[in-house]
């Protein structure tokens, strides 16, 4: 079909994004171009769910046959996880889920995506992380989600450094669980040794935030990778980038992660 003669007609699968608040979400405005450029008959639509009603919402889904698949965000990516009829290894690890997809018998699958869109954005700039020692700023949803995905990938090394040291010390306790093979340390002292570091905290959206880490450590050698898209250059990149550092900023991620949860979905022609 001609995609500029393409509208909504009885064959067209549904997709949605389900989140509480909606009128902020983004992904509409990413993923509708995207069926566009690959030629798939979809509409991707805001779903504005209570947490209340998820369970119910769910239990709807399956009985909605044209319905192809969902994106998930806050603030239901965690309680999403048990309404699941099947769960993907990665997104059982990190106990949250942030796609979904109907299968044809109804079932609803889910899987995390955005830690393997961090890794698919460093491998999309040159940046393979097998191997690598990564030392991640942060221990919340996003930098879970990009343990786990570093792991997967096969990093050699991980140093987890986070404002509540409790939260840093329950994620090494699951990583060791589902990569027993993965050293991992928790506070490492300093940046220093580290092959890649990670901005996984909220700290550089702000104007005024302080740094997260001490660049003071950083050498030349090392990669220093944000997951703030706003402002693109942040603090730490300008810092790390004077300091001679190969920069990564935080937009590839989300443009791989577009991808992957289309591939998700099924939104194939
Ligand atoms: P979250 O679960 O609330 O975690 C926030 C993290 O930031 C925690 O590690 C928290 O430490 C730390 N933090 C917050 N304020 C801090 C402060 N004043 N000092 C030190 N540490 C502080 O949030 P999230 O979902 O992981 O999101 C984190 C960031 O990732 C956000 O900026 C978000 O925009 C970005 N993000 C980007 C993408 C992308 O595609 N590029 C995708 C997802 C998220 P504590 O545990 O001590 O509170």
Same mark, same amino acid.
């Given at each position: 079909?001609?995609?500029?003669?393409?509208?909504?007609?009885?064959?067209?699968?549904?997709?949605?994004?389900?989140?509480?608040?909606?009128?902020?979400?983004? +992904?509409?405005? *990413?993923?509708?171009?995207?069926?566009?450029?690959?030629? /798939?008959? *979809? /509409?991707?639509?805001?779903?504005?769910?209570?947490?209340?009603?998820?369970?119910?919402?769910?239990?709807?889904?399956?009985?909605?046959?044209?319905?192809?698949?969902?994106?998930? +965000?806050?603030?239901?990516?965690?309680?999403?996880?048990?309404?699941?009829?099947?769960?993907?290894?990665?997104?059982?690890?990190? *106990?949250?889920?942030?796609?979904?997809?109907?299968?044809?018998?109804?079932?609803?699958?889910?899987?995390?995506?955005?830690?393997?869109?961090?890794?698919?954005?460093?491998?999309?700039?040159?940046?393979?992380?097998?191997?690598?020692?990564?030392?991640?700023?942060?221990?919340?949803?996003?930098?879970?989600?990009?343990?786990?995905?570093?792991?997967?990938?096969?990093?050699?090394?991980?140093?987890?450094?986070?404002? +509540?040291?409790?939260?840093?010390?329950?994620?090494?306790?699951?990583?060791?669980?589902?990569?027993?093979?993965?050293? /991992?340390? /928790?506070?490492?002292?300093?940046?220093?040794?580290?092959?890649?570091?990670?901005?996984? +905290?909220?700290?550089?959206?702000?104007?005024?935030?302080?740094?997260?880490?001490?660049?003071?450590?950083?050498?030349?050698?090392?990669?220093?990778?944000?997951?703030?898209?706003?402002?693109?250059?942040?603090?730490?990149?300008?810092?790390?980038?004077?300091?001679?550092?190969?920069?990564?900023?935080?937009?590839?991620?989300?443009?791989?992660?577009?991808?992957?949860?289309?591939?998700?979905?099924?939104?194939?022609?």
């Amino acid at each position: 079909m001609n995609q500029s003669d393409w509208q909504i007609t009885g064959h067209t699968r549904l997709f949605g994004i389900i989140a509480d608040p909606i009128a902020q979400v983004k +992904t509409p405005q *990413g993923l509708n171009p995207l069926m566009r450029e690959r030629d /798939v008959d *979809g /509409v991707l639509v805001p779903f504005h769910v209570a947490a209340l009603e998820l369970a119910a919402f769910v239990r709807m889904l399956r009985g909605l046959r044209n319905f192809g698949g969902a994106i998930v +965000t806050v603030p239901h990516k965690t309680s999403i996880v048990s309404l699941c009829d099947e769960v993907e290894p990665l997104a059982a690890a990190v *106990g949250a889920v942030n796609c979904i997809r109907r299968e044809t018998d109804g079932r609803i699958v889910g899987t995390i995506l955005d830690g393997r869109g961090f890794v698919e954005g460093l491998r999309s700039q040159g940046i393979g992380p097998e191997n690598r020692s990564v030392f991640l700023a942060g221990a919340g949803g996003a930098a879970s989600a990009i343990a786990f995905a570093l792991a997967e990938a096969g990093i050699a090394r991980l140093g987890i450094a986070n404002r +509540t040291r409790a939260r840093s010390e329950n994620l090494a306790a699951r990583l060791a669980v589902a990569y027993p093979q993965l050293a /991992v340390d /928790v506070a490492p002292s300093s940046v220093s040794g580290f092959d890649l570091v990670v901005n996984a +905290t909220a700290l550089g959206m702000a104007a005024g935030d302080p740094l997260p880490i001490d660049i003071a450590a950083l050498a030349a050698d090392q990669i220093v990778a944000e997951i703030i898209m706003t402002p693109r250059t942040t603090p730490l990149l300008a810092a790390a980038a004077d300091r001679g550092c190969r920069i990564h900023y935080g937009q590839p991620m989300l443009d791989c992660q577009l991808a992957l949860m289309a591939d998700f979905m099924g939104m194939r022609a």
